[in-house]
């Protein structure tokens, strides 16, 4: 059976209930003042899920990507970032030709 959580604002108590869905009631009388109290709803925030598909149901190539990167191990995780950001490592620069030179980039704005 489910076990319901209530909040009393008139004497500050939290109580619970267990009762049959057919006997659940929004507000019930506290156990202590005997006001009405209604359901404490800081219970929800504990409450996570998840969303497994399955293979019929894989309709996107986001929804393929993200399967197969939670079937992957940590360490094939960090080949494969390492292999996609390898462009931003530093690489030594090769010489230009003659007559050409780089550009060089303007120094970030100081914000005051």
């Known amino acids: 059976m489910p076990e319901y959580t209530y909040h009393c ?4 108590l939290s109580f619970s209930i267990v009762c049959s869905i057919s006997s659940y009631a929004d ?5 202590k003042c005997g006001n009405s109290c209604g359901r ?14 399955a293979h019929s149901e894989i309709k996107t190539v986001g929804h393929l990507a993200q399967r197969n990167t939670e079937n ?6 960090a080949e494969l970032h390492a292999k996609h950001n390898e462009y931003k490592y530093d690489k030594p620069e090769q010489a230009l030709p003659k007559g050409m030179t780089r550009i060089k980039k303007p120094p970030k704005p ?3």
């Open 9 to 12: 604002n008139n004497c500050k």
């Open 110 to 112: 100081k914000w005051t």
């Open 40 to 53: 404490d709803c800081s219970d929800y925030s504990s409450l996570s899920t998840t969303v497994k598909l």
């Open 27 to 31: 507000n019930v009388k506290c156990e």
């Open 72 to 77: 992957m191990s940590q360490d094939q995780k």
